[in-house]
T-cell receptor, first 115, second 111 residues
Framework: EAQVTQNPRYLITVTGKKLTVTCSQNMNHEYMSWYRQDPGLGLRQIYYSMNVEVTDKGDVPEGYKVSRKEKRNFPLILESPSPNQTSLYFC??????????????FGPGTRLTVT | EDKVVQSPLSLVVHEGDTVTLNCSYEVTNFRSLLWYKQEKKAPTFLFMLTSSGIEKKSGRLSSILDKKELFSILNITATQTGDSAVYLC???????????FGTGTRLTIIP
């Protein structure tokens, strides 16, 4: 089944404790992206990746890191989480031909709480 | 900075009614506008519009884009309780490989 998977789905952690949220897609998509969703602010892009070893900042990259060592995986790393990073996180991927970003397929979401 | 504004923020109607959701945008080098439906979890793709005046239709849902006036509408006819969701609008631009989302319209259908 074609899908985007994220782990964990729920995480409660404490300020400053490094964490990684994994994202994997089995559709051979070139483009992958991370979003956070907060009430009243909608979906905001954190980082995106056009292909392996190519990553770029989105609208709200501060406090986050990503890597794209393989096409299928795009982990999101919070080196020192803070309470303002409490949010619902979505990973997404899309096929890409040339410069065009097609509709994105979203993972199930990770609800992160930082206390 | 690219901007997407959706209205209304929230809408409650009775089953069988027709609803119109609005999305206006300001974006440099507009390429496409996308609509998503978000129920309790991840957004799912509905439509992508790239040309002005073109209507996309899927069953009871339809959408039109006005590139001159910089807005799109999503119409749902004969609404059902399963249409209850948050509807998200997003735009993307040439040379800017990311989507900018609006905050969404929460639609609630009362049986």
């Amino acid at each position: 089944e074609a899908q985007v998977t994220q782990n964990p789905r729920y995480l409660i952690t404490v300020t400053g404790k490094k964490l990684t949220v994994t994202c994997s897609q089995n559709m051979n998509h070139e483009y992958m992206s991370w979003y956070r969703q907060d009430p009243g602010l909608g979906l905001r892009q954190i980082y995106y990746s056009m292909n392996v070893e190519v990553t770029d900042k989105g609208d709200v990259p501060e406090g986050y890191k990503v890597s794209r060592k393989e096409k299928r995986n795009f982990p999101l790393i919070l080196e020192s989480p803070s309470p303002n990073q409490t949010s619902l996180y979505f990973c997404a991927s899309s096929p890409q031909t040339g410069p065009k970003v097609y509709e994105q397929y979203f993972g199930p979401g990770t609800r992160l709480t930082v206390t | 900075e690219d901007k997407v504004v959706q209205s209304p923020l929230s809408l409650v109607v009775h089953e069988g009614d027709t609803v119109t959701l609005n999305c206006s945008y300001e974006v440099t080098n507009f390429r496409s506008l996308l609509w998503y439906k978000q129920e309790k979890k991840a957004p799912t793709f509905l439509f992508m519009l790239t040309s002005s005046g073109i209507e996309k239709k899927s069953g009871r849902l339809s959408s039109i884009l006005d590139k001159k006036e910089l807005f799109s509408i999503l119409n749902i006819t004969a609404t059902q309780t399963g249409d209850s969701a948050v509807y998200l609008c997003a735009v993307d631009a040439f040379g800017n490989e990311k989507l900018t989302f609006g905050t969404g319209t929460r639609l609630t259908i009362i049986p």
